[in-house]
């Protein structure tokens, strides 16, 4: 038994969701107890204490939607001319970066940006990954580097027809065997990656589906993201793309949809009655010029939407203000939502990970997972029940993560990782340098 006391504690749990002083105790994976610090102490008094010294407790950040090959994107070498829109962004970025990996680039890629994930409060992180040159056993090595980290995810591999019928075909065998080895597994779970509808022709959709009869997980696609994903849908298979997977039967509950910046009020309806969850990501949408999602409307129209940074870096708290800031300007209307709002969006993307786990996580209530932050926050100003999400958005960040534990386990203790990180990182630039290298051979 562990107590995390004499903390700030921001629950998100809907009974109580703040103690000004407060402890969560924790055995194993999961939370035993919340409540009052005194009260805690006392109820199990040969429990190991961790003394936050007044800190903020808060339930481990979730990154909805991410890319970790992507850290091996920066700073990478770049002689051709600057994209000028979504498709050439993609051919000329993202598609040479994941070629050029082999199954030694897609590990350590991984541990890089679980690291620097981790260093910025999260813990649960949802991977869409693609090493076009090394398909079979990839997810197996994002695992490991996920066990080595010690974070939670959600693993896929992303389907696409991009490198022919066979490229496809050897993804869809991928994210099945994974799905399947990943049931038995304690931090990890398996989707279905799927690309985009602009690069899946009706074929490997097919195959996709009937790969996926009676399988318990959804897919995780990047749906409506540019325009002409939906023009390059509506000429070639006459549905915009959400229509195509809701005509295989794909929209459930456990499904993850990135971005929707270009949904219509038809397809905005199909996912909302379907239970669907949309990651957006509002930096990389800046980023991609490709338009921003009126995220306000899709959530008064009932769509649960959470939060991710599709690669563009780990740091949430950032993608959140971003939101924030986005939401309000695409409505004209400053008042168009409030803090209350970015929590729900956080309550989201949890909701949707828990969906794939035996126990809650995002949530720090009794049997949730442990999966826990605490910040060296320090304000002047008071934080109490009536303020504390105002804090969590505007005076959190990232530097002042102190420690992380995922599921009772820690990460992360003040400021210093459990793992290796140095001789993880060292490796890791060994591999980025071999992945440039072939890089700029393609
Ligand atoms: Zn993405």
């Not at 023009?231 to 039967?249: I, L, M, N």
């Not at 338009?291 to 949430?316: C, F, M, N, S, W």
């Not at 959190?396 to 820690?410: E, I, M």
């Amino acid at each position: 038994m562990h107590i995390i006391g004499n903390a700030k504690v921001i629950t998100f749990s809907s009974d109580r969701p703040f103690l000004s002083s407060g402890a969560v105790a924790f055995e194993g994976n999961h939370i035993v107890a919340v409540g009052e610090n005194e009260e805690i102490r006392a109820s199990y008094p040969d429990a190991e204490f961790t003394d936050a010294r007044g800190g903020l407790l808060t339930p481990g950040l979730i990154n909805l939607h991410s890319h970790l090959y992507s850290a091996f994107a920066l700073g990478m070498p770049w002689d051709l001319p600057a994209p000028r829109d979504f498709d050439q962004i993609l051919e000329r970025l993202w598609w040479r970066v994941d070629q050029a990996l082999d199954l030694d680039g897609v590990y350590h890629s991984g541990v890089s940006g679980l690291l620097d994930a981790a260093r910025v409060g999260i813990t649960t992180l949802v991977d869409h990954h693609a090493s076009p040159s090394a398909i079979q056993g990839s997810l197996d090595r994002i695992a490991q580097s996920y066990d080595d980290v010690g974070l939670r995810g959600l693993l896929c591999y992303e389907i696409s027809d991009r490198n022919g019928l066979e490229g496809a075909r050897s993804g869809i065998e991928e994210n099945i065997r994974f799905v399947r080895k990943s049931e038995k597994m304690e931090k990890l779970r398996g989707m279905v990656g799927i690309h985009a509808s602009f690069t899946i022709g009706e074929e490997t959709l097919d195959a996709i589906a009937e790969a996926m009869q009676g399988l318990d997980g959804g897919i995780h696609v990047h749906a409506a993201e540019a325009a002409s994903d939906v023009e390059t849908s509506r000429k070639r298979f006459g549905k915009h793309p959400v229509e195509r997977y809701a005509s295989r039967g794909l929209l459930s509950p456990k499904t993850l949809m990135a971005h929707g910046v270009h949904l219509n009020e038809t397809t905005l309806k199909a996912m909302v009655e379907a239970g669907v969850t949309l990651a957006h990501n509002p930096n990389s949408n800046l980023n991609n010029a490709v338009g921003v999602a009126p995220i306000v409307h899709y959530r008064k129209e009932g769509l649960l939407v959470g939060l991710g940074t599709d690669g563009l870096g780990q740091d949430i708290l950032t993608e959140t203000k971003s939101a924030f800031y986005l939401g309000k300007n695409r409505s004209h209307d400053p008042s168009a939502w409030f803090t209350g709002d970015l929590v729900e969006l956080w309550k989201n993307s949890a909701r949707f990970v828990s969906r794939y786990f035996e126990r809650k996580v995002g949530v720090l209530e009794k049997d949730a997972f442990a999966d826990m932050v605490l910040w060296n926050y320090d304000p002047p100003c008071d934080i109490e029940e009536r303020n504390w999400d105002g804090h969590l958005f505007f005076g959190l960040h990232p530097r002042l993560v102190d420690s992380v534990w995922t599921a009772g386990k820690p990460v992360l203790r003040k400021g210093e990782f459990a793992c290796d990180s140095e001789r993880m990182m060292r490796e890791a630039r060994v591999e980025a340098k071999k992945t440039w290298e072939r890089l700029e051979r393609i």
